[in-house]
């Protein structure tokens, strides 16, 4: 009989030595855990750092030198007159009379006897002049619905379209793409001699009778001026403003500051400082990743320091208001964060709005854009931390790539090592084997 090594000298290489690296993993497991928390810092930043921009961003507005420069247009009757404004049209009442208004030419071609407006109409071909442009109708003749679309289609400044007036009888209507009393002309057709009256219709059909409807401007008087326009739209009459006539008839139009839009700036400001607040309470809460994180303390206080700033109107240093921003209605909460009163905002602007204007720009707005600027920048506060969370996810990465291939020459080595003991373990078993058969056992 056979004799057999004692059980278990056989072995699965492949397995045991799996099991002998898993048991070497540990210090790549914690580079790889120091990576992701690395990582989550990084996204973390980044959310904050976009928080701060938002927050520079808004205070900008409220510093920048249009702050207050927001119109809002009311007319009386909307639809006679609406108007717009660019913002740099000062305050005032403008009176408008519409009595005319800018109307395009038309030119209208009647057709009788017209069977099918799909149906190719001899002599509908070769080419016709439009607006001193010509149109190319082609070599085969048109019916009057490809004649339409060729006109469409060609840019001649001019819309075309077919009426179907019933009993066989249409007309083809061109009407000008503008307005006014020279802007709005068709030039070369509906005139004598149009050789489209005898296209249209047909050789051996009478011709087409040709309708005219004369070009126009528009007449409205301004603060009691008598004026005229080409279009109904007019953006040369007031500097800043566009007036748009819709009828026939009179409307107010006012313009005056919109308290209501710079009373938004001033509330986006709020929101984006509320949220700087709360991500950094966040972040720095017992599950944020930045878990009792001085930094996030210290961009609280610069924010809170330079709203905060004493200002003086007069220049002197020497002054009792540490919280300017109170002054149009922003106040600070129990929880750091800021409220607005959008009454008494209101209140400051109406009651000095340059003062408004002067003190954010002068004083606690400035301040706060600039210090953002500062911690945003490479080496400030928050730029540097970033910077050297940078530095160290590359590091730690180098380490991981160290670690691993450490491990993969290490796993290679046993499972040379331990195929070479396997195979010898084998040969020792058919030694033992060939004895055994030998001696009859």
């Given at each position: 009989?056979?004799y057999?090594?004692?059980?278990g000298?056989?072995?699965?290489v ?8 898993s048991t070497?993993?540990g210090?790549?497991?914690q ?6 928390t690395?990582?989550t ?7 904050l ?5 938002d927050?520079?961003?808004a ?7 249009d ?5 809002k247009?009311?007319?009386s ?7 717009t404004?660019d913002?740099?049209t000062?305050n005032?009442?403008f009176?408008?009379n519409v009595?005319q208004l800018?109307?395009?030419?038309t030119?209208t071609?009647?057709?009788s006897?017209?069977?099918d407006?799909?149906t ?6 070769g080419a016709v002049?439009?607006?001193g442009?010509t149109v190319n ?5 048109l019916?009057l619905n490809d004649?339409?679309s ?6 001649v ?12 009888s249409?007309k083809?209507?061109l009407?000008?793409?503008?307005t006014?009393?020279?802007?709005g002309q068709?030039?070369?057709?509906g ?11 047909g ?6 009778t ?9 007449q409205?008087t ?9 279009s109904?739209t007019?953006?040369?009459a007031v500097p800043?403003m566009t007036f ?8 107010g ?6 308290n209501?839009?710079i009373q938004?700036k001033a ?11 709360d991500l950094t309470?966040s ?9 009792g994180?001085s930094m996030l303390l ?5 924010i809170?320091?330079q709203?905060?700033?004493?200002y003086s109107a007069?220049g002197?240093?020497k002054v ?6 109170v002054?149009i209605g922003?106040?600070?909460?129990k ?10 905002f209101?209140?400051a ?5 340059n003062?408004v204007?002067t ?6 707005g400035?301040n706060?854009v600039?210090s953002?600027s500062?911690?945003l920048d490479?080496q400030?506060l928050?730029g540097?931390?970033?910077g050297?969370l940078?530095?160290?996810r ?6 991981q790539?160290?670690i691993q291939a450490?491990?993969?020459r290490?796993?290679?080595?046993l499972?040379a090592?331990?195929s ?8 020792m078993q ?5 004895v ?5 056992m």
């Amino acid at each position: 009989m056979a004799y057999s090594m004692p059980s278990g000298l056989g072995m699965d290489v492949n397995q045991l030595v799996s099991q002998l690296i898993s048991t070497e993993q540990g210090p790549l497991n914690q580079v790889k855990s120091r990576i992701m928390t690395i990582d989550t810092q990084v996204s973390d930043l980044g959310k904050l750092k976009s928080a701060l921009s938002d927050l520079k961003a808004a205070m900008s507005k409220m510093t920048a030198s249009d702050f207050l420069k927001v119109n809002k247009v009311t007319s009386s009757d909307p639809s006679t007159v609406t108007a717009t404004s660019d913002g740099t049209t000062p305050n005032g009442s403008f009176q408008l009379n519409v009595t005319q208004l800018a109307a395009p030419q038309t030119v209208t071609y009647s057709l009788s006897g017209v069977a099918d407006p799909t149906t190719a109409v001899t002599g509908l071909q070769g080419a016709v002049m439009i607006n001193g442009q010509t149109v190319n109708l082609g070599a085969s003749n048109l019916s009057l619905n490809d004649f339409v679309s060729k006109v469409n289609g060609a840019g001649v400044g001019v819309t075309a379209s077919l009426v179907n007036q019933g009993g066989g009888s249409y007309k083809v209507v061109l009407m000008s793409q503008k307005t006014g009393s020279t802007d709005g002309q068709i030039t070369s057709n509906g005139q004598p001699g149009d050789p489209l009256v005898a296209k249209l219709a047909g050789t051996g059909n009478p011709p087409a009778t040709i309708g005219n409807s004369t070009a126009q401007d528009a007449q409205y008087t301004l603060n009691g001026v008598s004026l005229t326009s080409q279009s109904n739209t007019v953006s040369d009459a007031v500097p800043g403003m566009t007036f748009t006539f819709n009828k026939v008839g009179s409307s107010g139009v006012t313009v005056g500051r919109d308290n209501d839009a710079i009373q938004k700036k001033a509330q986006d400001f709020v929101d984006a400082y509320n949220k700087v607040i709360d991500l950094t309470n966040s972040l720095r809460g017992k599950d944020g990743s930045f878990k009792g994180d001085s930094m996030l303390l210290s961009v609280q206080r610069q924010i809170y320091t330079q709203i905060s700033a004493p200002y003086s109107a007069s220049g002197s240093p020497k002054v009792t208001d540490a919280f300017p921003l109170v002054k149009i209605g922003i106040t600070l909460d129990k929880n750091g964060k800021l409220m607005l009163d959008g009454s008494a905002f209101t209140k400051a602007l109406q009651s000095d709005p340059n003062g408004v204007a002067t003190m954010l720009t002068n004083g606690p707005g400035t301040n706060l854009v600039n210090s953002i600027s500062g911690m945003l920048d490479t080496q400030g506060l928050i730029g540097s931390r970033d910077g050297n969370l940078q530095t160290s996810r590359r590091q730690q990465s180098n380490r991981q790539d160290s670690i691993q291939a450490a491990l993969d020459r290490r796993q290679q080595a046993l499972l040379a090592q331990y195929s070479q003991l396997n195979s010898s373990l084998a040969t020792m078993q058919a030694s033992l084997n060939r004895v055994a058969s030998s001696l009859g056992m």
